[in-house]
């Protein structure tokens, strides 16, 4: 019998899960004897998952005992409607500050899970929904494994600065290799936490079974039956002898490597670490390191910044700050674009998969307008070729595509999306010309990456109802959008946008209407920072490389290529003309654009990439080279410089957002808990600014 673990002082009050029991009689499915069902419910619905606390592990702990004492011919466990389990309750990790609590949790999990394979009878576990981390783990003790095929499984625990700790970075080698167990435990977390669909799970030998959701339970407690009666046998195959171990490794730690820039960064050395072990190690011996483990990283600042972070983008996921009353939101049941590009059509595919609503793209010819048309149909076809869309759903958006080159098809839209050339004389035109065939409440959204929205709307009649509504490239992959107000932008108007936004499944940012919003502003000064510095004379790969050591998974010049040249050069110009001359132009850039270079790195013969020498022959010959360490030192304080002013002219309201929009719009690292607490953590905030952006504590170990 294990012993509950109290919470540490402060922490949120546990949302306890109960394990529920009851009998079932196996006769009707050719058995005779019973299955003691133990069931993980917290009593609320799927938008609260079971999780495990120290009081949800007593009471499973309890439940397994009572299960026991039944004599039944086996145990099963099984979620709640459409949940198995998140896994451990996070909430209270910030709040530990003794490696001790963090061992005795760690123990804790271990000693009641490991009841499930120890107690002397088969057990099994009904997987019938989302199954993570912890959750996914309590089922690897049991002996036999189904899953609903709906349901998404995964250990995500590497991606938030953890290790698989209450059994999974020991039994899943063992269960299914070293190869998978990489790619499960290494890759899918670092792959922006992959998740395992039910297939997958069972190709991976996670699972021995998959049913339906509409019969689920009653196929596993058939599978159950007919595995007791010796008619179905599970073959478990012994790794240790596999000659794959040192192979997968090495593969695991490239990925980790190429992740994070070359960093070793603590989470997934510590992981392949116990994954190795699992090669020789007894279950025991395995559990023992996993708790040694999970102590050194809770006791440590990534791991709290990487909490912080994971909380950020859980909160600001489900609410927006700022934003208006949902219900002032207009209803939006037709959408245009201007126009259709590769930029425009990406938005037209986004908005006309989720909204499901007839698009209309318009661009000056309607050859250009039939080939954005031609370019969204085409994505379709693809995602039914790759089974993420069924032929008939691509068929009915297909006939809600269109294009002209005649403005006037706008007539009746309810939200334009304009993504034109960046030009703001242009824009202002295009605004003028829409106005006259829109109806008054009509949303005019610009996909502006740093031009001024409000200039947009100077002599419109209506200026109350044009927002930016700036997105990041690739549109279908890049989660963050800015919701950009000017000072006349209406209420209902940010309403409708924030609406649009959840539709697209976007997280997002009220920010105001101030050169490059957020992400840009803060890139390009960080950027321009490290071009000066080539500028000046520094070796091109010294400046960037500079932010190598810190985790940093693409270098500046890296961002650069995919941005393009051209691109950067007119955000820094526009930055220039509206902040001032901290934001440079960079001679070594505009020879780059005047020539037509897009890159600083092309790729070799042997597959690698290396320097491009065009790019090299336009570099600025200064003659004040700096370290890599004076490279980093003055692209960090720049960050802290610009954060601090805007905040305080209240580009956003809070240090969290900025954060937000640093991890979701440009890729900070996790482990670093977002720009503003690396940026505490190191002393620069206090250095450059006099004060801190958080509060000491805050995404690192207590103060």
Same mark, same amino acid.
Request: no cysteine; charged share 20%.
């Given at each position: 019998m294990t012993t509950a673990t109290q919470l540490p002082e402060g922490a949120p009050e546990e949302v306890v899960t109960n394990a529920l029991v009851r009998d079932v009689d196996l006769s009707p499915f050719g058995y005779k004897g019973t299955l003691a069902l133990i069931t993980l419910d917290n009593g609320l619905d799927h938008t609260r998952p079971n999780t495990f606390g120290p009081q949800s592990l007593a009471a499973l702990?309890?439940?397994i005992t009572d299960a026991a004492s039944r004599k039944p011919s086996a145990i099963a466990i099984t979620g709640k409607p459409f949940i198995f389990a998140a896994g451990a309750d996070l909430s209270a990790l910030s709040f530990l500050s003794k490696r001790e609590q963090s061992l005795a949790i760690g123990k804790l999990g271990h000693d009641v899970f490991r009841r499930l394979d120890e107690i002397g009878i088969p057990t099994f576990a009904f997987i019938n929904g989302l199954a993570l981390g912890g959750g996914l783990e309590v089922g690897l003790h049991c002996n036999y494994r189904t899953l609903s095929a709906t349901a998404l499984t995964g250990l995500p625990e590497v991606f938030l600065g953890l290790v698989p700790g209450w059994g999974g970075a020991t039994i899943v080698p063992k269960l299914i290799g070293p190869e998978r167990a990489v790619q499960i435990i290494i890759g899918n977390a670092l792959n922006n936490n992959t998740m395992m669909k039910s297939k997958d799970a069972l190709g991976l030998g996670i699972v021995?079974?998959?049913?339906?959701?509409?019969?689920?339970?009653?196929?596993?407690?058939?599978?159950?039956?007919s595995v007791l009666s010796a008619a179905t046998k599970i073959e478990r195959k012994d790794y240790s002898t596999d000659p794959a171990w040192d192979s997968a490794l090495a593969a695991g730690r490239?990925?980790?490597?190429?992740?994070?820039?070359?960093?070793?960064?603590?989470?997934?050395?510590?992981?392949?670490e116990l994954i190795a072990a699992a090669r020789t190690n007894t279950r025991a011996q395995g559990f023992d390191a996993e708790d040694v483990a999970l102590a050194d990283l809770t006791m440590s600042d990534p791991l709290r910044a990487s909490l912080y972070a994971f909380n950020v983008i859980q909160k600001k996921r489900k609410k927006v700050e700022g934003a208006p009353k949902p219900a002032l939101a207009r209803k939006v049941s037709r959408v245009g674009v201007v126009g259709a590009g590769l930029m425009a059509s990406q938005l037209a595919l986004l908005l006309l998969r989720n909204l499901k609503c007839p698009v209309v793209m318009t661009d000056i010819d309607q050859e250009r307008a039939d080939k954005g048309v031609a370019w969204v149909k085409n994505e379709l076809a693809k995602l039914v070729e790759k089974k993420r869309m069924s032929a008939e759903s691509a068929g009915r958006l297909s006939l809600l595509i269109s294009g002209s080159s005649d403005q006037q098809v706008f007539a009746g839209c309810d939200f334009i999306i304009e993504a034109i050339f960046e030009e703001l004389s242009l824009k202002q035109e295009l605004f003028k010309k829409l106005e006259k065939s829109v109806g008054p409440e009509c949303v005019l959204a610009t996909n502006t990456s740093s031009l001024s929205v409000e200039r947009m709307s100077e002599g419109l009649e209506h200026p109350? =109802?044009?927002? %930016? #509504?700036?997105?990041?490239?690739?549109?279908?992959?890049?989660?963050?959008l800015e919701v950009a107000r000017t000072s006349k932008t209406d209420d209902a108007t940010t309403a409708t946008a924030v609406s649009i936004g959840k539709e697209l499944k976007k997280t997002m940012i009220i920010c105001k209407d101030a050169p490059g919003f957020v992400v840009n502003r803060l890139l390009t000064r960080f950027m321009g920072e490290i071009t000066d510095a080539v500028d000046e004379g520094t070796d091109p790969a010294t400046a960037d490389?500079?932010? =190598?050591?810190? %985790? #940093?998974?693409?270098?500046?010049?890296?961002l650069l290529g995919l941005v393009g040249p051209g691109v950067a050069l007119h955000v820094s110009e526009t930055l220039n003309a509206n902040l001032g001359p901290r934001y440079r132009i960079s001679p070594t850039m505009q020879a780059m654009v005047k020539e037509g270079v897009k890159t600083f790195y092309i790729k070799n013969e042997d597959g690698s990439f290396g320097p491009n020498p065009a790019a090299l022959a336009l570099v600025?010959?200064?003659?004040?080279?700096?370290?890599?360490?004076?490279?980093?030192s003055r692209a960090l304080k720049a960050l802290a410089e610009e954060a601090r002013m805007m905040l305080d002219e209240g580009v956003v309201s809070t240090p969290a957002e900025i954060d937000l929009c640093m991890l979701m719009g440009a890729g900070w690292p996790m482990h670093l808990g977002g720009i503003l607490p690396y940026l505490d953590r190191e002393g620069i905030s206090e250095s450059v600014c006099g004060q801190r952006f958080h509060a000491p504590g805050i995404a690192s170990l207590p103060q």
């Open positions: 702990d309890a439940a021995d079974a998959i049913y339906a959701p509409a019969d689920f339970l009653e196929k596993s407690v058939a599978f159950a039956a490239a990925a980790a490597l190429k992740k994070y820039g070359g960093a070793e960064i603590a989470s997934p050395m510590r992981a392949l109350e =109802r044009v927002v %930016g #509504f700036h997105f990041f490239n690739p549109v279908a992959v890049m989660p963050l490389n500079a932010m =190598r050591s810190i %985790g #940093f998974p693409m270098s500046p010049f890296e600025h010959k200064g003659t004040t080279p700096s370290t890599a360490e004076q490279v980093r």
